[in-house]
């Protein structure tokens, strides 16, 4: 088992019971839980998006850690944090919330019919906005496992604009890489936008010219420093070129997280 007091940070698109129970959801909700409860500091979080019921769901705003502002391609949008309790555990979920981000009734829709998509400035400000607010809680993790599309840029801030940052610098980073979950469309101006905080070049060649939900998982694999396959059948491009990561430790499908969570703590420990 892992040493007591690992301090395990989840960055997910998507986690039951605040939006549908899909496989994604069901294993950001029940896998933090099971880390939780075998003695280890777990932190979660996620997009508020317009379709989580604040009422129903009890969020309120983090005051402490709301009003600073993210800034994506020189645009700054004030981040907003809030948090909720799951019921019937001890487990808390952050949200990081933007009225003009996050605000719509949908995962990934435009505000309005015919708009570019803005899902490059929302994934990044999500990303940034985990990573500003886990620095104002002064909580260094140790492990930093992402999960869903939406989250791959995760992996990729933390090992080139943040890699330096003594908040994550020794923290292992990890991607599950799944596939069925909801996508988006993702706009051309993404290159822009990683341009403009220094992530250019050879930085961004696990794109292969593409701007696609499985360019950004390309990417996450590419950053991460191990990757667990999250589904029995799994892209098998992506699989072929994970296989061109040598030094990436992988995880095979280890069954339900609910059934299997041993199998994930094994897979965490395998980096101390």
């Known amino acids: 088992m892992v040493a007591k007091d690992k301090k395990v940070l989840y960055i997910s698109q998507e986690i039951y019971p605040y939006l549908p129970e899909s496989d994604l959801a069901h294993v950001a909700r029940y896998l933090p839980e099971h880390i939780q409860?075998?003695?280890?500091?777990?932190?979660?979080?996620?997009?508020?998006?317009?379709?989580?019921?604040?009422?129903?769901?009890?969020?309120?705003?983090?005051?402490?850690?709301?009003?600073?502002?993210v800034i994506v391609d020189?645009?700054?949008?004030?981040?907003?944090?809030?948090?909720?309790s799951i019921p019937s555990t001890r487990i808390q979920v952050y949200f990081i919330d933007n009225h003009d981000l996050f605000g719509r009734k949908s995962l990934f829709g435009s505000n309005t019919g015919g708009e570019a998509s803005d899902n490059a400035d929302r994934s990044i400000f999500f990303i940034r906005g985990v990573l500003e607010a886990i620095k104002s809680l002064r909580?260094?993790?140790?492990?930093?496992?992402?999960?869903?599309?939406?989250?791959?840029?995760?992996?990729?801030?933390?090992?080139?604009?943040?890699k330096d940052d003594p908040y994550f610098e020794r923290a292992k980073v990890i991607f599950s890489v799944d596939g069925n979950e909801e996508e988006g469309e993702i706009s051309s101006d993404l290159i822009k936008k990683l341009e403009f905080d220094k992530i250019t070049g050879d930085l961004l060649a696990p794109l292969q010219g593409e701007i696609t939900p499985d360019a950004l998982r390309r990417m996450a694999i590419h950053y991460s420093d191990g990757v667990i396959l999250g589904q029995e059948q799994v892209s098998p491009a992506l699989v072929d070129y994970l296989q061109t990561q040598a030094d990436h430790k992988v995880l095979e499908y280890p069954g339900p997280a609910t059934e299997h969570a041993e199998a994930y703590l094994e897979f965490y420990r395998s980096f101390s």
């Not at 409860?37 to 402490?64: C, K, S, T, W």
């Not at 020189?74 to 909720?84: F, R, S």
């Open 37 to 69: 409860n075998a003695g280890h500091d777990v932190r979660i979080f996620m997009p508020r998006y317009g379709l989580v019921n604040e009422r129903r769901n009890q969020l309120h705003e983090v005051i402490r850690l709301s009003g600073i502002n």
């Open 74 to 84: 020189d645009y700054d949008h004030p981040l907003v944090i809030k948090v909720a």
């Open 139 to 162: 909580w260094i993790p140790d492990i930093i496992h992402c999960m869903g599309w939406f989250s791959a840029l995760a992996p990729v801030y933390l090992k080139t604009a943040y």
